[in-house]
């Protein structure tokens, strides 16, 4: 099946720190999703992208839609503690019905 | 408040018998899904329903069987076929199948263990 690889798998930051992560994939997306999940809980989800090079905002999230399409970029500014988590990125090809899901990225945030 | 419940959120089976998950969601949603996670995965999609009285087969759905008998309600059965249970189990929700803004909303999970 499709393959979605998220890098990188674990990041260890300081409290402050901006936190940058990303996706890529073989194939050409039309969607690009970005969750967050906190332990034991169902992931929720901070930002959609839907168009080539968009560029979208949820407070100090940041997420791109890579202009090949085969990639997106999550960024977190000024990191404190409740960021600390599991984010994924999902993607859907263009017609398909289903997501894919990358592996996760868990942020740890030392005080 | 609208959401997606699961229920239990823990649950203890014995191996050999089968045991159901149950998902509700007050959201008017048409499409339900359900996910299984397994450590340091990725969610990987067992079953899906676009409509009332239809589902479709996702990459994992050897050892699980599904019903969706009302739109509200998307049950999902772990046969003594599934040959590793145990894991973490994710329902979710999106209005429509594909398309913008029908993106899927998760419930709480329910965390099976297979003794």
């Known amino acids: 099946g499709q393959q979605l690889n998220q890098s990188p798998q674990s990041m260890f930051i300081q409290e402050g720190e901006d936190v940058s992560m990303n996706c890529t994939s073989s194939?050409?997306?039309?969607?690009w999703l970005w969750y967050k999940q906190d332990p034991g809980e169902g992931p929720v989800l901070l930002i959609a992208l839907y168009k080539a090079g968009e560029l979208t905002s949820n407070g100090r999230l940041t997420a791109q839609f890579g202009i090949t399409r085969k990639d997106s970029f999550l960024n977190i500014s000024a990191s404190i503690p409740s960021d600390v988590g599991i984010y994924f990125c999902?993607?859907?090809?263009?017609?398909?019905?289903?997501?894919?899901f990358g592996q996760g990225t868990r942020l740890t945030i030392n005080p | 408040d609208g959401g997606i419940t699961q229920s239990p959120k823990y649950l203890f089976r014995k191996e050999g018998q089968n045991v159901t998950l149950s998902c509700e969601q007050n959201l008017n949603h048409d499409a339900m899904y359900w996910y299984r996670q397994d450590p340091g995965q990725g969610l990987r999609l067992i079953y899906y329903?676009?409509?009332?009285?239809?589902?479709q087969k996702g990459d994992i759905a050897e050892g699980y069987s599904v019903s969706r008998e009302k739109k509200e309600s998307f049950p999902l059965t772990v046969t003594s076929a599934q040959k590793n249970p145990t894991a973490f189990y994710l329902c979710?929700?999106?209005?429509?199948?594909?398309?913008?803004?029908?993106?899927?909303?998760f419930g709480p999970g329910t965390r099976l263990t297979v003794l």
């Open positions: 194939s050409i997306f039309n969607t």
């Open positions: 999902a993607g859907r090809v263009q017609g398909a019905q289903k997501l894919v």
């Open positions: 329903s676009q409509i009332v009285n239809d589902f």
């Open positions: 979710a929700s999106s209005p429509g199948l594909a398309g913008i803004n029908n993106e899927q909303f």
